[in-house]
């Protein structure tokens, strides 16, 4: 058998083929290589559990003597017209507004509150209602800033106004109640606080930070029925006691 050897040309060419093949896969292959991303390690942050809290509310109230008085008094009058109703009001107004200057009442401290005319109705045998007069009447709402002469502001408007006066009712309070809130404020927010500690110990934790904290309206002191008061009396005692002021807040602490 006779092996026939390539000629040297021949094997050149078949090896510069073999250099350009490699080449064109070796430049091919390159880019695909490089759009492989590289393996990344994905990391998913545990959410951690919202902080337990406690939700508690706090009373506090704080008492002082009173320095202000204010009372509700006012005039009615009874007429067979509407006119000569209200003329007769404003008489008795009038007596009652000079009564109260004459009293050191300033003006700025006495305010109408009410003002009113209506017709009176009378049934007659075959029950139907006809109006047979018109009362008029006017309140006031006058406050006495010596308290000490609160009585005597009373019978003096009483004596001057006569059977056509009226004493609606007296209250006493504080002029200025800023002091008084901020200690009952102090008082709501230590037993709000006292409270969830207590709260943080009984369940094992301790207590942290405060979340939030609201406070509710304040209580104040109103208006209060007086007894009928006879018009000859010259002097009404009083006791004006203590006024007491309430705050009522709601606090949320962390439980650590």
């Given at each position: 058998?006779?092996?026939?050897?390539?000629?040297?040309?021949?094997?050149?060419?078949?090896?510069?083929?073999?250099?350009?093949?490699?080449?064109?896969?070796?430049?091919?292959?390159?880019?695909?290589?490089?759009?492989?991303?590289?393996?990344?390690?994905?990391?998913v942050a545990a959410a951690e559990p919202a902080p337990a809290t406690v939700t508690v509310s706090g009373q506090g109230r704080a008492s002082s003597a009173p320095d202000l008085a204010i009372l509700s008094v006012g005039?009615?009058?009874?007429?067979?017209?509407?006119?000569?109703?209200?003329?007769?009001?404003?008489?008795?107004?009038?007596?009652?507004?000079?009564?109260?200057?004459?009293?050191?009442?300033?003006?700025?401290?006495?305010?109408?509150?009410?003002l009113s005319l209506s017709p009176a109705y009378t049934q007659n045998a075959a029950g139907e209602n006809k109006v047979t007069g018109y009362q008029a009447g006017q309140t006031f709402s006058v406050k006495v800033r010596d308290i000490d002469r609160t009585g005597q502001v009373i019978g003096a408007v009483n004596e001057a106004t006569g059977d056509s006066g009226r004493i609606n009712g007296v209250v006493f309070d504080v002029a200025d109640p800023t002091a008084l809130r901020a200690k009952a404020r102090e008082a709501a927010y230590r037993d709000a606080y006292d409270k969830a500690e207590q709260h943080a110990r009984l369940s094992g934790h301790r207590l942290g930070r405060l979340v939030s904290l609201s406070e509710g309206e304040s209580v104040r002191p109103g208006i209060g029925a007086a007894p009928g008061i006879s018009a000859d009396e010259p002097s009404v005692p009083t006791a004006p006691g203590e006024i007491e002021e309430q705050v009522t807040v709601s606090a949320v602490y962390e439980l650590l």
């Open positions: 058998m006779t092996i026939r050897r390539p000629s040297a040309a021949r094997t050149a060419r078949l090896l510069a083929a073999t250099a350009v093949l490699g080449g064109l896969l070796v430049g091919t292959a390159g880019p695909a290589l490089a759009a492989v991303p590289a393996r990344t390690a994905l990391r005039v009615e009058a009874a007429k067979k017209t509407a006119k000569e109703a209200m003329a007769a009001q404003s008489t008795a107004a009038e007596a009652l507004l000079e009564v109260l200057h004459k009293q050191g009442i300033a003006d700025r401290d006495i305010r109408t509150d009410s």
